[in-house]
């Protein structure tokens, strides 16, 4: 059912949004479509209408609009066929357009992934039907809107094949005339033109009789005849009797394609239905992303609980984003303030928001607004003084109120402003409480405006009933547009008055008249409204606190796994290239001693070259042992004490403990310049610094100490094969580093710069190298490396 109050959507600009929907649509059905739509009551109906715009949006985001440019109403067309009718080149030419229409759209519907959950629209797209035999055929027919191929048909082709004969052979027996000096002076020009179909030259007037032919037409003064020479009369009949085949094969042409037309008439009409509806459907996804709205949720308990709202019709760019919420605690909210605009803005809002949510169209506000679906909506708002009915503005507004209360019903959502203005203040604000109390007494949702004190009186004291008030710059003098929901508002006449250059000392004599009851309500007021705004200013300060903390988490939480899969990844390319390396230099080996075999004559000397074999064989595979992963877990601790280093597993850190373990197992540790609180069952000690591990053995710090006595800072690498440079190298990092050295010279010479690259190549992912470099003059140049240790 809809919601069809007239009054209402006009009051609430609906007809305005509706303006932006239709310049969305994209043919002449989808406008009419758009033009028609109106809120419906179904919570349904509603909530698949909204799950459409939602879809259609996102087809849009993905993939850009549904492309349905050339696309006319085809239906008096189509429907004329029907009845025997014979179309013309240009309406076939629009149905052909239209097939072509719905097959891009079946393109467009089809091209999804299997993931995409468009489950309202697809079927949409899947139910066209593509005519391709159709459209084909009207291509092949028509070539534009004035012309058909001569390919139509073969009987065409040959008419027109014979015409082209025919004027060729009027035209060279013209040109034979005017070109003929016996003819020469009775013509005006040497031309040919064509007069009622009929091929002529120009006479001059006074040649009339000298020239044999039939007159057609003559030039405005007289002075010039248009003649058909009697030889050409012949040639000339026969191309009207072709020109009239011609037409009767093109008539045969079209009403063989306007029956193509009526045996597809089923197909087209459901596909303009379908393209019609596919078109409404995707202008709403267009208002949608336009407005940057989002799909509100429903609900049918009378609750509406708008976020960041932006009134559509208001400068996005200036609007400010306002909450609105009641019909939870509350069904009467009393919006006070002065009469700025900000309060009426506000219910139009409510009301606009509850009328495109009922039509299907997403509303400007934050995500998971929520809006209640209401059985009408009734709205008195803005002056309407009549002069014709001779009604002052506060019989106007009562008169309209008379027609809601009288027709206003549970479900129903009841929009007042400024309820009871324009007669005696006691008398209209007594009234004003009356009319609220009846709609509180009837639990009907309401948003109504005033500015009487003892209306905010009132709603403070009353159950059900929660005051609000529309900020207000005094600076600037003007509304921000946002609600504070839970305080009433200042009239701010004395302040406004202040600022619009007023005496002080008659602004003064006004407060004078205040009673002081007066003056400690508009106090409580100010501090109310002080308060209110310190709290929400705290409550936004502590959600963005929120969501930045949570961004930073996420990124935290992103980054540790990436370092780890990284980490970890490292080691196992690692440990791949060394038994790589191994299996190689083993082959390299094999091949080797056999070799050797082959060639040794003598018995112990193949003895000999056995051993060697199999010792090459046993230190290749004591060096793979080295390699070998360990799989031992850290041992976890039971207890830990104070100051100890320990290991914090789950952040692959060290860190110093600096208490022991509390009744639930947590120790507070410093990692770097982090305290953080670690349960016991994620830590180690950490033996980092007590020993050192080569190839699986510990080494103590003694021998640390005895290496740095006796280890040279540089290495000679010269003539030497790049094998056993990179072995040499490697051993002398690994016992650079524990000596505690700090700084290497590496000699390798300057030579073809082979021996240079494979060290690099050694450095570039060595553990113990913080960084590295050619050196400088004096140190050796290009000829000896300078490496930093870690």
């Known amino acids: 059912m809809e919601l069809n109050n007239s009054k209402a959507l006009k009051t609430l600009e609906f007809n305005k949004i509706i303006d932006i929907l239709k310049a969305k649509a994209l043919t002449p059905t989808g406008r009419e479509k758009c033009e028609s739509l109106k809120p419906v009551t179904d919570i349904d109906e509603i909530r698949t209408f909204q799950i459409q715009?939602?879809?259609?949006?996102?087809?849009?985001?993905?993939?850009?609009?549904?492309?349905?440019?050339?696309?006319?109403?085809?239906?008096?067309?189509?429907?004329?066929?029907?009845?025997g009718g014979i179309l013309n080149i240009e309406e076939l030419l629009h149905i052909g357009d239209f097939v072509q229409v719905s097959e891009r759209a079946i393109s467009y519907g089809s091209d999804e992934d299997k993931n995409d959950n468009f489950f309202i629209l697809k079927p949409m797209f899947e139910?066209?039907?593509?005519?391709?035999?159709?459209?084909?055929?009207?291509?092949?027919?028509?070539?534009?809107?004035?012309?058909?191929?001569?390919?139509?048909?073969?009987?065409?082709?040959?008419?027109?094949?014979?015409?082209?004969?025919?004027?060729?052979?009027?035209?060279?027996?013209?040109?034979?005339?005017?070109?003929?000096?016996?003819?020469?002076?009775?013509?005006?020009?040497?031309?040919?033109?064509?007069?009622?179909?009929?091929?002529?030259?120009?006479?001059?007037?006074?040649?009339?009789?000298?020239?044999?032919?039939?007159?057609?037409d003559q030039s405005s003064t007289g002075a010039t005849l248009f003649m058909e020479p009697a030889s050409v009369v012949n040639l000339n009949n026969k191309l009207k009797e072709l020109s009239a085949e011609e037409e009767k094969e093109i008539e045969k042409i079209l009403a063989r394609l306007s029956?193509?037309?009526?045996?597809?008439?089923?197909?087209?009409?459901?596909?303009?239905?379908?393209?019609?509806?596919?078109?409404?459907?995707?202008?709403?996804?267009?208002?949608?992303?336009?407005?940057?709205?989002?799909?509100?949720?429903?609900?049918?308990?009378?609750?509406?609980?708008?976020?960041?709202?932006?009134?559509?019709?208001?400068?996005p760019d200036t609007v400010v984003p306002t909450d609105i919420y009641l019909g939870k605690d509350f069904t009467t909210l009393i919006i006070t303030g002065p009469n700025t605009g900000g309060k009426t803005v506000a219910l139009k809002t409510i009301g606009l928001f509850?009328?495109?949510?009922?039509?299907?169209?997403?509303?400007?506000?934050?995500?998971?607004?929520?809006?209640?679906?209401?059985?009408?909506?009734?709205?008195?708002?803005?002056?309407?003084?009549?002069?014709?009915?001779?009604?002052?503005?506060?019989?106007?507004?009562?008169?309209?109120?008379?027609?809601?209360?009288d027709e206003v019903s549970y479900n129903s959502l009841v929009l007042l402003d400024e309820l009871g203005a324009g007669t005696d203040p006691a008398e209209g604000?007594?009234?004003?409480?009356?009319?609220?109390?009846?709609?509180?007494?009837?639990?009907?949702?309401?948003?109504?405006?005033?500015?009487?004190?003892?209306?905010?009186?009132?709603?403070?004291?009353?159950?059900?009933?929660?005051?609000?008030?529309?900020?207000?710059?005094v600076d600037s003098l003007r509304p921000t547009y946002r609600l504070?929901?839970?305080?009433?508002?200042?009239?701010?006449?004395?302040?406004?008055?202040?600022?619009?250059?007023?005496?002080?000392?008659?602004?003064?004599?006004?407060?004078?008249?205040?009673?002081?009851?007066?003056?400690?309500?508009?106090?409580?007021?100010?501090?109310?409204?002080?308060?209110?705004?310190?709290?929400?200013?705290?409550?936004?300060?502590?959600?963005?606190?929120?969501?930045?903390?949570?961004?930073?988490?996420?990124?935290?939480?992103a980054q540790r796994?990436?370092?780890?899969?990284?980490?970890?990844?490292?080691?196992?390319?690692?440990?791949?290239?060394?038994?790589?390396?191994?299996?190689?230099?083993?082959?390299?080996?094999?091949?080797?001693?056999?070799e050797i075999s082959k060639n040794m004559r003598a018995a112990d000397g193949l003895s000999k070259a056995d051993e060697a074999r199999r010792k090459i064989k046993s230190k290749i595979s004591g060096l793979s042992e080295g390699i070998k992963e360990e799989n031992r877990p850290a041992k976890r601790l039971k207890t830990v004490k104070k100051g100890e280093s320990v290991f914090i597993h789950s952040l692959n850190q060290r860190g110093t403990a600096l208490s022991e373990p509390d009744s639930d197992g947590f120790v507070n540790v410093k990692a770097g310049i982090m305290k953080i609180k670690v349960n016991i069952s994620d830590l180690s000690l950490d033996e980092s610094e007590k020993t050192y591990t080569v190839n699986s053995r510990p080494v103590s710090s003694k021998v640390k100490a005895g290496k740095s006595m006796n280890l040279s800072p540089e290495v000679d690498l010269r003539g030497m094969m790049s094998e056993e440079a990179i072995e040499k190298t490697d051993k002398f990092l690994d016992d650079a580093y524990l000596a505690g050295m700090k700084q290497l010279t590496i000699i390798h010479g300057k030579g073809t710069g082979v021996l240079r690259a494979a060290v690099h190549n050694l450095l570039k992912g060595h553990p113990h190298v913080k960084s590295y470099r050619l050196g400088s003059f004096g140190e050796g140049e290009t000829g000896v490396t300078i490496c930093e240790l870690k």
């Open 53 to 83: 715009t939602s879809q259609a949006a996102s087809m849009i985001i993905k993939k850009n609009s549904l492309s349905l440019g050339g696309m006319k109403d085809i239906r008096p067309a189509v429907k004329r066929t029907a009845i």
């Open 127 to 216: 139910a066209l039907q593509p005519m391709k035999a159709l459209s084909r055929e009207i291509q092949r027919c028509i070539l534009n809107d004035q012309e058909l191929s001569d390919d139509a048909s073969p009987e065409l082709f040959s008419i027109r094949r014979s015409i082209k004969t025919a004027n060729s052979r009027i035209r060279e027996h013209l040109n034979s005339i005017i070109h003929s000096q016996t003819y020469k002076t009775y013509l005006q020009d040497s031309v040919i033109t064509l007069r009622n179909g009929r091929f002529c030259v120009p006479v001059k007037q006074e040649y009339k009789g000298s020239f044999q032919g039939i007159v057609h």
């Open 561 to 594: 796994e990436k370092l780890q899969s990284q980490r970890e990844k490292i080691i196992s390319d690692a440990r791949l290239e060394a038994r790589k390396v191994m299996q190689n230099a083993k082959n390299e080996a094999d091949e080797l001693i056999k």
């Open 259 to 315: 029956a193509m037309v009526y045996e597809n008439e089923a197909g087209l009409l459901s596909n303009l239905e379908i393209l019609t509806e596919l078109d409404f459907i995707f202008a709403k996804g267009q208002l949608s992303l336009s407005m940057k709205a989002t799909e509100p949720v429903f609900n049918d308990e009378g609750r509406i609980h708008i976020k960041k709202g932006r009134h559509p019709l208001l400068n």
């Open 354 to 405: 509850t009328l495109m949510g009922q039509a299907g169209l997403h509303i400007p506000a934050g995500q998971n607004s929520e809006l209640s679906v209401f059985e009408n909506v009734y709205a008195d708002i803005g002056d309407e003084q009549s002069i014709e009915q001779s009604l002052s503005t506060f019989s106007s507004h009562m008169k309209n109120i008379v027609s809601i209360l």
């Open 429 to 473: 604000a007594a009234l004003a409480i009356s009319i609220i109390q009846y709609l509180l007494d009837r639990r009907i949702v309401s948003a109504i405006t005033t500015h009487y004190s003892e209306i905010k009186i009132y709603a403070l004291s009353t159950d059900g009933i929660e005051n609000a008030s529309c900020e207000f710059d």
């Open 484 to 557: 504070l929901i839970g305080i009433p508002g200042k009239s701010n006449a004395f302040a406004i008055s202040r600022r619009l250059g007023l005496k002080e000392e008659i602004i003064e004599a006004a407060k004078e008249t205040l009673s002081k009851e007066d003056k400690r309500f508009e106090d409580v007021i100010t501090d109310l409204e002080i308060s209110k705004k310190t709290v929400i200013l705290e409550q936004e300060k502590a959600e963005e606190y929120r969501r930045e903390a949570q961004k930073l988490k996420i990124e935290l939480e």
